[in-house]
């Protein structure tokens, strides 16, 4: 596997992520937690443990370098399930994904897993199982603890940080380490006005820098003003890709929403 | 076009490609040092006390072994004390990677759903800081040994190969109870109790040679009593220990190793959705 570049060799409209016929199924238990204990007790009456989730269906999308492509969809509609899908992290149940470069996550603030250690620590050990090297990281970090504005509270336990400063942080390291493709899964909503400012200039920077970006978001407006394309999924399936305005403006209607405010702010 | 440089399809039950996995494991193995120098720090180990409490845990455990044994077995000496504490600490570099281990995967839980990387990386990391947690013990021994007169010899040095097998059978038994433990979370709640038995069944309170016949076989099922059998042996005694029993010791680590990393590699891909 790949690690993260600096450098980035990509012209624009060149093929990013290539995604053919993709679909997703997976079992969970409905049981909230697998025990022994509930297996046995339910060993001698045959009771069905799991339901089959159907995830993805047949999914068809191609992202080009140099553009920045959102996905829109209801609860549920399979969007965070194909983001882990691009990442390597759920191998697909069908189909193929061919990724074209090195992909950062930053997927329902990915950084953290270990609340109780600093968010320096995480930071590190993040960026390491992602496949940096250390010096890598270290010589990001001066600027990934700029941009995140945390301060001193770097050096503090994650458990003590505010929801603001979780998603901060982990915004700041998807996008201070530059890679290729960088996925970003509904973390741009949860900071304040200037950071949101912040990073949506960043993504922009990282677009016009021939970087790959895909938005998860249900801030419409946020949406029509960053991206070239929009892919709707609903359920599992694509239901329509193309022109942000004319997806979104689909998209609303099928809400029965129409143009309230409520969903074009950034919620 | 380039060749792509990742390509994701369906997997069919069975092992991943062992060599770009190697390739991928190897490549973070700072992750795997600084995941256990954050985890040790975090439990404190990194200061002057911290340091003394994993010397005083285990004394003060041994201790209180002695006691029991004084009390059961009656008379004893200090030859028995080294044995005591000599196998106990090995003891808890088996028991301390199993307790690790069992939460490793289901605690990196934001992590495994976030991040593309070799699960296993996890169960090692828990191993390595039980590594680091047996240090101190052994220079403690080596103190204790002094005191109590008990021979240096050259066959002592039988303990290095003795001390690998018994890391190895450790990160089997931890790679084999975190996989465990994503399908059975309550294998965690039930891990005291096994490793209270595993203690008991092994010859740390009494010798090798003391068991009554009618129970030789814990010796047969129990993966840790011909190392710690061998432990004792070459550590206390000075003596050679027998081969026999650290081939068999290296027999059961092998497979216990083998099975587990069987399990945890066909199974980790879909980690990402039981947890």
Not at chain 1, 236 to 254: H, K, S, T
Not at chain 2, 51 to 72: E, H
Not at chain 2, 172 to 186: E, K, Q
Not at chain 2, 226 to 240: C, R, T, Y
Request: charged letters at 20%.
């Amino acid at each position: 596997m790949s690690s993260l570049s600096v450098s980035n060799a990509h012209l624009t409209n060149e093929l990013a992520v290539s995604i053919r016929g993709v679909g997703l199924t997976y079992t969970t238990s409905i049981d909230k937690k697998p025990t022994l204990k509930a297996r046995a007790k339910s060993l001698g009456r045959g009771k069905k443990q799991t339901r089959v989730v159907r995830a993805l269906d047949d999914i068809n999308l191609d992202i080009q370098y140099g553009h920045v492509l959102g996905v829109i969809g209801t609860n549920g509609a399979g969007k965070s399930s194909l983001m882990r899908c691009v990442a390597g992290i759920l191998p697909p149940s069908q189909g193929r994904i061919e990724v074209y470069g090195s992909v950062s996550t930053l997927l329902a603030l990915g950084v953290g897993f270990n609340p109780s250690m600093s968010g320096r620590d995480n930071v590190f050990l993040g960026g390491l199982a992602a496949g940096m090297s250390r010096e890598e990281i270290a010589g990001n970090f001066d600027e990934i603890a700029e941009f995140s504005e945390l301060g001193d509270a770097i050096d503090a336990p994650m458990r003590t940080y505010s929801s603001g400063m979780y998603a901060r942080l982990a915004f700041s390291v998807a996008a201070v380490v530059r890679p290729d493709i960088l996925i970003i899964d509904e973390a741009l909503s949860t900071g304040d006005a200037k950071f949101k400012e912040k990073s949506l200039n960043r993504v922009k920077e990282l677009r016009s820098d021939d970087r790959a970006l895909i938005l998860v978001s249900h801030a419409m407006q946020t949406l029509r003003e960053t991206c070239n394309d929009v892919a709707w999924l609903h359920k599992g399936q694509l239901v329509q890709r193309g022109e942000p305005n004319v997806v979104i403006d689909a998209y609303q209607e099928f809400l029965h929403l129409g143009k309230s405010a409520a969903i074009d702010e950034d919620v | 076009m380039s060749t792509p440089l990742q390509v994701y399809e369906p997997f069919k039950a069975g092992l991943p490609k062992l060599g770009r996995y190697w390739k991928s494991l190897w490549s973070r193995r700072t992750f795997i040092k600084e995941y256990s120098k954050s985890e040790l720090r975090e439990q404190h180990f990194d200061s002057v006390f911290g340091q003394l409490w994993l010397v005083i845990n285990p004394l003060l455990l041994s201790a209180v072994y002695f006691i029991l044994i004084i009390i059961i077995g009656g008379a004893t000496d200090s030859a028995r004390y080294a044995h005591l504490t000599a196998s106990l600490f090995l003891f808890y570099l088996v028991a301390n990677s199993l307790t690790g281990g069992v939460k490793s995967v289901t605690a990196g839980q934001r992590l495994i759903l976030n991040t593309a990387f070799p699960r296993i990386m996890l169960p090692i990391s828990a191993l390595v800081i039980a590594i680091f947690k047996f240090l101190p013990t052994l220079i403690v021994f080596i103190v204790i040994k002094a005191i109590v007169g008990s021979p240096f010899t050259i066959e002592m040095l039988w303990a290095i190969p003795v001390l690998l097998i018994t890391i190895f059978l450790a990160l089997g038994l931890a790679i084999t109870i975190s996989c465990i433990n994503v399908y059975f979370r309550d294998i965690a709640s039930f891990l005291p109790y096994l490793t209270r038995t595993l203690l008991y069944l092994s010859p740390i309170l009494y010798a090798a040679s003391d068991l009554k016949p009618s129970l030789r076989v814990i010796e047969v099922v129990n993966p840790l009593f011909p190392i710690l059998d061998s432990w004792s042996q070459a550590m206390v005694q000075g003596e050679a220990p027998e081969l026999s029993s650290m081939l068999q010791g290296l027999a059961w680590a092998t497979g216990i190793f083998f099975i587990g990393t069987y399990f945890f590699l066909s199974r980790e891909r879909e980690f990402a959705v039981r947890l």
